[in-house]
């Protein structure tokens, strides 16, 4: 049986395709990873993105779900949909009512010129500013707003190191 010619010719580089294009197009293609544990467990792939969220309940747009209340014509009656797996909508409501914990911090070096500013001077912002330590000239407000950062940021250390400064050395 005879080949097409086609199968039989030589592989060629093709010095006129942007091949950075052909990745992001193929990316584009293919499906998104879905983050939440829960609807990826629930996806259907062979049902519409549309289908699959409306059996969860979740809205698809926003704009069908929530529309823009306009005249009725008395002919017009939807039926409601319907919602066949609701508990993917109950565990990401009770997912999101969960307290989301802080996870500001501050960087070491912050933590020790604002100790060592209030090690050094208590209450006293305008002697921080005028302070050797104080490398980027920061104004007494600038101070006060970093040590009041550091109060919110790490509540426990600050206290810890608040009483340590009210208790005497002991040598």
Same mark, same amino acid.
């Given at each position: 049986?005879?080949?097409?010619?086609?199968?039989?010719?030589?592989?060629?580089?093709?010095?006129?395709?942007?091949?950075?294009?052909?990745?992001?197009?193929?990316?584009?293609?293919?499906?998104?990873?879905?983050?939440?544990?829960?609807?990826?467990?629930?996806?259907?792939?062979?049902?519409?993105?549309?289908?699959?969220?409306?059996?969860?309940?979740?809205?698809?747009?926003?704009?069908?779900?929530?529309?823009?209340?306009? =005249?009725?014509? +008395?002919?017009?009656? %939807?039926?409601?949909?319907?919602?066949? *797996?609701?508990?993917?909508? /109950?565990?990401? @409501? !009770?997912?999101?009512?969960?307290?989301?914990?802080?996870?500001?911090?501050?960087?070491t070096d912050?933590?020790?010129?604002?100790?060592?500013?209030?090690?050094?001077?208590?209450?006293?912002?305008?002697?921080?500013?005028?302070?050797?330590k104080?490398?980027? =000239?920061?104004? +007494?407000?600038?101070? %006060?707003r970093?040590?009041?950062?550091? *109060?919110?940021?790490?509540? /426990?250390?600050? @206290? !810890?190191?608040?009483?340590?400064?009210?208790?005497?050395?002991?040598?």
């Amino acid at each position: 049986m005879p080949r097409a010619k086609q199968s039989a010719r030589r592989k060629k580089f093709d010095y006129n395709r942007n091949r950075k294009n052909v990745k992001t197009k193929n990316k584009k293609k293919s499906n998104p990873r879905i983050e939440q544990a829960q609807i990826r467990n629930a996806w259907d792939d062979n049902k519409s993105v549309a289908r699959n969220l409306q059996e969860m309940g979740l809205a698809f747009d926003p704009n069908r779900s929530l529309p823009i209340k306009q =005249q009725k014509l +008395p002919r017009e009656d %939807k039926k409601p949909a319907v919602v066949t *797996k609701p508990f993917i909508v /109950q565990q990401l @409501e !009770a997912e999101a009512s969960l307290p989301g914990k802080d996870t500001k911090t501050l960087s070491t070096d912050l933590i020790e010129y604002v100790q060592h500013m209030i090690r050094e001077h208590n209450q006293d912002y305008k002697a921080m500013a005028r302070d050797e330590k104080n490398y980027y =000239q920061d104004t +007494p407000k600038q101070i %006060k707003r970093k040590i009041g950062e550091y *109060k919110r940021c790490h509540p /426990q250390h600050y @206290e !810890a190191f608040v009483s340590s400064l009210a208790e005497p050395m002991v040598q």
